[in-house]
């Protein structure tokens, strides 16, 4: 639309200047530059109101786009801490298919059984966890940092991975914002979701992890609780 608007503007003001042009030529010097005095600033004008319109349109659907994006609360209060402690804890056993190759766990699409056992102590400040899968094993630590008001998942692999969980509570799920390296110093990150089914009995990650920038398979994993 605004583009338009230059070209018909352009196009008026260069109608406008060939058909006054001798008479423009006609006149006295004076005439001539008090004629030039009052068209330059008008002409100006009008070029940088347009110039603004441009940039709004371009510009705020961006910001708006920012703005919502910020609006998802990553903060968690301790209950949260609790509550998510409270329905992670015990044992489970799960179907994982790897959505890379992992150094010591397995090959990429390989699907594996894996089991967890998770217990929480040190005065309910602490969750501990020890993960199993194929040849390979984790050690897992949550805690609540009550400083920044976030709820944090720290991962390490017998294969020299290491994950940090950002978990957030969101519309009813448990979402995780992941960052971490490789054995060889390559960086994780994504975002998955943890989605408690079937009065907390079932538990299933969803979403995309990449490593250096390459997206990954989609996690897709399912994991039930082998005690009550």
């Keep these: 639309m605004v583009f338009g608007i230059l070209l018909v503007v352009a196009v008026e003001s260069h109608e406008v200047w060939y058909s006054s042009a001798e008479t423009f030529h006609n006149l006295e010097r004076h005439q001539r530059d008090e004629l030039m005095r009052k068209m330059i600033p008008t002409t100006l004008l009008m070029f940088t109101c347009l110039v ?31 509550d998510f402690c409270e329905i992670s804890k015990g044992r489970w056993i799960g179907e994982v298919i790897w959505i890379t190759d992992w150094p010591g766990f397995g090959k990429k699409g390989d699907k594996v059984t894996a089991y967890t056992d998770f217990a929480v102590g040190e005065g309910g ?17 949550v805690h609540y940092d009550a400083r920044t008001r976030q709820i944090w998942e720290r991962a390490i692999s017998s294969g020299g991975n290491v994950w940090n969980h950002l978990v957030y509570k ?30 907390g009995k079932t538990q299933r990650w969803s979403g995309t992890w990449t490593i250096d920038g390459k997206k990954l398979d989609p996690l897709r994993d399912v994991f039930r609780r082998l005690d009550d």
Excluded at 52 to 71: C, F, G, H, Q, R
């Design 52 to 82: 603004a319109v441009l940039y709004s349109m371009v510009s705020v659907p961006a910001i708006n786009a920012v703005e919502a994006k910020a609006k998802v609360k990553t903060t968690s209060s301790q209950k949260d801490f609790k």
């Design 125 to 141: 400040n602490v969750m501990t966890g020890r993960f199993y899968a194929g040849p390979g094993s984790g050690t897992i630590l």
């Design 170 to 199: 969101h519309d009813g799920d448990w979402h995780v914002q992941t960052t971490g390296s490789t054995s060889d110093g390559k960086k994780i990150s994504g975002h998955s979701i943890r989605s408690f089914t079937d009065k």
